[in-house]
């Protein structure tokens, strides 16, 4: 079945710095998804991302979908200890789009 | 909207006793909803896929007779953990899909067990 690689796994950022987190799928996805776990919590849906090259932002965060579709980024700028948590990206299973394959995370602290 | 709370958020019971977790859609009708679980410093795994009215698809590894899906209605979904072991202690967190927004998938606070 499909599987979603993410690197790194984890990410030590100094406040004010940028950092960026990658996602690659071994098939084509119908659409990619981000979510946001802080540290005691549960997943939280960012942005899903659907046209080939298509590049979302929500204010710090900008998010790039591959003009295959096979791969995905997140790219935080001047990083905030608010943006502390696991950042997972999600693709639709091959077998029933509703199902989600995560990766495995992206882990970010920040120093001040 | 679209609020997915789960009860309990946290439970500890002893080895061999079966313990219940409830995943509730508060302010909309979920057809489909997600079992995953969480080990410390890992991603989420999907254990299965709960459908209203009819039985759970489990994931390849998972026992179905282990891990009891119950989808009773389209705003309750319950994970039965039957005859629990320690190494069964982890993060249970549900999902549901809106009916409208189909992809996003809206996250219960989770359930942590731990089996003594």
């Known amino acids: 079945g499909q599987q979603v690689m993410q690197i790194p796994q984890y990410q030590h950022v100094q406040e004010g710095e940028d950092f960026t987190t990658y996602c690659n799928s071994s098939?084509?996805?119908?659409?990619i998804q981000w979510y946001k776990q802080r540290p005691g919590g549960h997943p939280v849906f960012l942005i899903q991302?659907?046209?080939?090259?298509e590049v979302k932002k929500q204010k710090r965060l900008t998010f790039q979908f591959g003009e295959a579709k096979k791969n995905s980024s997140l790219h935080i700028t001047a990083t905030q200890t608010t943006d502390v948590g696991t950042y997972f990206c999600?693709?639709?299973?091959?077998?029933?789009?509703?199902?989600?394959?995560f990766g495995a995370g992206t882990t970010v602290t920040v120093r001040a | 909207g679209a609020v997915v709370s789960q009860h309990p958020s946290w439970v500890i019971c002893k080895s061999g006793t079966s313990v219940k977790i409830e995943c509730r859609s508060l302010?909309?009708?979920?057809?489909?909803m997600f079992w995953y679980r969480q080990f410390p410093k890992q991603s989420l795994m999907l254990m299965a896929t709960?459908?209203?009215?009819?039985?759970?698809?489990?994931e390849q590894g998972v026992e179905k007779d282990k891990f009891l899906i119950n989808h009773a209605s389209l705003t309750l979904s319950t994970l039965t953990v039957t005859s629990a072991h320690p190494e069964d202690s982890s993060f249970y967190i549900c999902?549901?899909?809106?009916?409208?927004?189909?992809?996003?998938?809206?996250f219960g606070p989770g359930t942590r067990l731990t089996v003594l």
């Open positions: 999902s549901a899909n809106h009916g409208r927004r189909s992809d996003e998938q809206f």
């Open positions: 098939t084509t996805l119908s659409n």
């Open positions: 991302l659907v046209k080939s090259g």
């Open positions: 999600a693709g639709p299973s091959s077998s029933n789009d509703y199902k989600l394959s």
């Open positions: 302010d909309f009708q979920a057809t489909t």
């Open positions: 709960s459908n209203e009215g009819s039985k759970a698809t489990y």
